[in-house]
């Protein structure tokens, strides 16, 4: 096994202002109540428009400030504000009201709660060698697709080493529209202001940084789930990126809600359902498609990167989670260039059948979770794997189709890192406990599963599914000290 850099420990994201806003308003309270106790109420300035607490304000002004324009905003800064506009009643009134005195504590605590128990991890570090470059660039196709390129770079010193993990008003109109599906209606403006902070949120890739040279660049295209976009699924991508490839993953537009599934889903109308989502599906395989004619064009590739370099365009592997892990599916199975396919969850709902049912000779992955397909039994989704599995006749040796156990559907991406515990509460995730080992297990899977079943083309591919199970046992065991969670499904 060679030497990975493995994270095994949470790294909570640290918010400074918001740090400082809470001793600021601890600090001033302390202040007061000592002033109270040892010199008397007169002693605590009862005009907003002394000179200390103008100054109080101005600091106070300029830590929000800085709060809001660097960190965003989030729920807590809620009861920060409470706290402040309490300070402000008990110095008019002089600490003379006991259940302003009282409602302060209240507030400040609540605050340091909140702040403790709703933490933000931070993205795993990839686990290869190489840091991680990424790129932006836009097709000229009918879609005018945005797509985000992660890339192994030199580490030089860079000027800028992050860059935004989210892009743009588009995210932030599918997230509120998905919240439709769990009958979770907020008011867009203060789904907007707890959430701002997500908008904030820096990865470490290396912005427009300078590609490792190779002579030759193996290349997958990704596909993002509904109500995702192109960089959300990041823990993954920059991992791969870290171990030599390059991942061109591209932005879909479809609506999350449209009248009419809304429609279709309180009638029951499944037929009219399939066939919105099947229409939207059809859209995505053509943007990946679109994708596939520009990374198979040298002059685009060496403008995009800024020197020539060979991408190895015979054997580009399709990715996706969940509607674009069944995109992944489709586009895949009915276009011959590409060399494999990685489903992570796929959402099998909207495909054909006559997809689902012809035989593919390339190399699958599957990577189902726990329960997706048991809590949406009416997709048929592990009859639908079943399907792909029977449907590969004497080519069922290099198709793994399997479910790990100890994953959640959005345990899959980026999410459930920056919403860890509002992703437990809402019953989206059942463990927030165990999601950097679960991540870094799939990490691992799909690294060994491009290097012994895609790119080595085994003359075995029977022993070449065991070794990569095998070896995946004993990474968990190395780094978790369990067995691996990934059990085949069908074989």
């Given at each position: 096994m060679e030497k990975l850099k493995v994270q095994k420990q949470f790294r909570r994201k640290v918010y400074p202002f918001e740090f400082l806003i809470s001793m600021f308003l601890v600090v001033n309270t302390l202040r007061d109540l000592y002033l109270v106790q040892k010199l008397g109420n007169e002693q605590v300035e009862s005009s907003l428009m002394d000179s200390?607490?103008?100054?109080?304000?101005?600091?106070?002004?300029?830590?929000?400030?800085?709060?809001?324009?660097?960190?965003?905003?989030?729920?807590?800064?809620?009861?920060?504000?409470?706290?402040?506009?309490?300070?402000?009643?008990?110095?008019?009134?002089?600490?003379?009201?006991?259940?302003?005195?009282?409602?302060?504590?209240?507030?400040?605590?609540?605050?340091?709660?909140?702040?403790?128990?709703?933490?933000?991890?931070?993205?795993?570090?990839?686990?290869?060698?190489?840091?991680?470059?990424?790129?932006?660039?836009?097709?000229?196709?009918?879609?005018?697709?945005?797509?985000?390129?992660?890339?192994?770079?030199?580490?030089?010193?860079?000027?800028?080493?992050?860059?935004?993990?989210?892009?743009?008003?588009?995210?932030?109109?599918?997230?509120?529209?998905?919240?439709?599906?769990?009958?979770?209606?907020?008011?867009?403006?203060?789904?907007?202001?707890?959430?701002?902070?997500?908008?904030?949120?820096?990865?470490?890739?290396?912005p427009n940084a300078e590609i490792i040279k190779q002579d030759s660049y193996r290349v997958i295209i990704f596909s993002h789930g509904l109500a995702a976009h192109r960089q959300s699924y990041t823990c993954f991508l920059n991992d791969l990126a870290s171990k030599g490839y390059i991942i061109f993953s591209l932005e879909h537009y479809e609506q999350i809600c449209p009248f009419e599934i809304m429609q279709a889903i309180k009638t029951g109308d499944d037929t009219q359902a399939k066939k919105i989502r099947g229409s939207q599906l059809n859209h995505r395989q053509m943007q990946v498609e679109n994708l596939l004619k520009v990374v198979s064009n040298k002059d685009m590739m060496a403008k995009l990167f800024e020197q020539e370099v060979n991408l190895d365009t015979n054997n580009i592997v399709l990715m996706g989670h969940s509607f674009g892990g069944v995109t992944a599916v489709q586009a895949g199975m009915e276009n011959k260039k590409f060399k494999a396919i990685i489903g992570l969850d796929p959402w099998l709902y909207p495909q054909k059948d006559s997809v689902l049912t012809k035989k593919y000779n390339n190399p699958i992955?599957?990577?189902?979770?726990?329960?997706?397909?048991?809590?949406?039994?009416?997709?048929?989704?592990?009859?639908?794997?079943?399907?792909?599995?029977?449907?590969?006749?004497?080519?069922?040796?290099?198709?793994?189709?399997?479910?790990?156990?100890?994953?959640?559907?959005?345990?899959?991406?980026?999410?459930?890192?920056?919403?860890?515990?509002?992703?437990?509460?809402?019953?989206?995730?059942?463990?927030?406990n165990n999601l950097l080992e679960v991540t870094q297990g799939q990490r691992f899977l799909i690294s060994e599963f491009l290097e012994k079943m895609v790119f080595s083309s085994p003359s075995n591919q029977k022993q070449a599914k065991q070794e990569i199970l095998e070896s995946h046992n004993k990474f968990t065991l190395q780094y978790f000290n369990k067995e691996g969670n990934y059990k085949i499904q069908f074989e």
């Open positions: 200390n607490n103008i100054r109080t304000l101005i600091i106070w002004f300029i830590l929000f400030g800085l709060k809001i324009k660097q960190e965003g905003t989030q729920i807590s800064l809620v009861f920060s504000l409470l706290a402040s506009a309490n300070l402000a009643l008990l110095k008019v009134y002089q600490y003379q009201s006991k259940i302003l005195v009282f409602t302060e504590v209240l507030f400040l605590i609540l605050h340091m709660l909140i702040v403790i128990k709703l933490p933000v991890y931070q993205i795993p570090d990839p686990q290869g060698q190489n840091k991680v470059g990424i790129k932006q660039m836009r097709i000229q196709d009918e879609f005018k697709t945005e797509v985000s390129v992660y890339y192994p770079c030199l580490d030089k010193n860079q000027k800028h080493r992050y860059t935004k993990w989210s892009h743009g008003k588009e995210y932030w109109r599918s997230m509120y529209e998905s919240m439709k599906f769990g009958n979770v209606i907020i008011p867009k403006f203060f789904f907007s202001f707890f959430m701002n902070y997500v908008d904030k949120i820096l990865i470490n890739c290396f992955l599957i990577i189902n979770t726990e329960t997706f397909a048991e809590k949406n039994s009416y997709y048929r989704l592990n009859e639908k794997c079943q399907e792909i599995y029977d449907s590969s006749g004497d080519k069922k040796d290099n198709k793994l189709i399997g479910k790990y156990i100890g994953t959640d559907h959005i345990t899959q991406g980026d999410i459930c890192f920056i919403i860890p515990t509002e992703s437990k509460l809402l019953n989206m995730v059942r463990n927030n």
